[in-house]
């Protein structure tokens, strides 16, 4: 059982930069896959990156170079650093964990937080 809690999220203007973190409140990540999704008004849940617990990181391409995800397993947090901000990156965003090694889809993830909203202002 884990349990995962967001923070950092908030209202930025286009061009801005925000860090999300996710902290294991119950239970620890060291051991799974960390990965962020994010929800949209009306839209499906869609990944955005992950980060493996060999480091590896994979990113959504609408995001790759902007989007750093990063995990500190002695903090029992993962956290994506956003930079370079657009309006269409307004979501809420989802950090969530999976046993499996290069999860991109929902179903692949065991547990989830509750979310933090991102709005990014044009």
């Known amino acids: 059982q884990v349990q995962l809690v967001e923070s950092g999220g908030g209202l930025v203007e286009a061009g801005g930069s925000l860090r999300l973190s996710c902290a294991a409140s119950?239970?620890?990540?060291?051991?799974?896959?960390m990965g962020w999704f994010r929800q949209a008004p009306g839209k499906e849940r869609e990944f955005v990156a992950f980060?493996?617990?060999?480091?590896?990181?994979d990113y959504t391409d609408s995001v790759e170079g902007r989007f750093t995800i990063s995990r500190d397993d002695a903090k029992n947090t993962v956290y994506l650093q956003m930079n370079s901000l657009k309006p269409e990156d307004t979501a809420v965003y989802y950090c969530?964990?999976?046993?499996?090694?290069?999860?991109?889809?929902?179903?692949?993830?065991?547990?989830w937080g509750q979310g933090t909203q991102v709005t990014v202002s044009s």
């Open positions: 969530a964990s999976s046993y499996g090694s290069t999860p991109t889809l929902v179903p692949e993830y065991n547990y």
């Open positions: 119950v239970g620890t990540i060291s051991t799974s896959t």
């Open positions: 980060v493996h617990v060999s480091g590896m990181t």
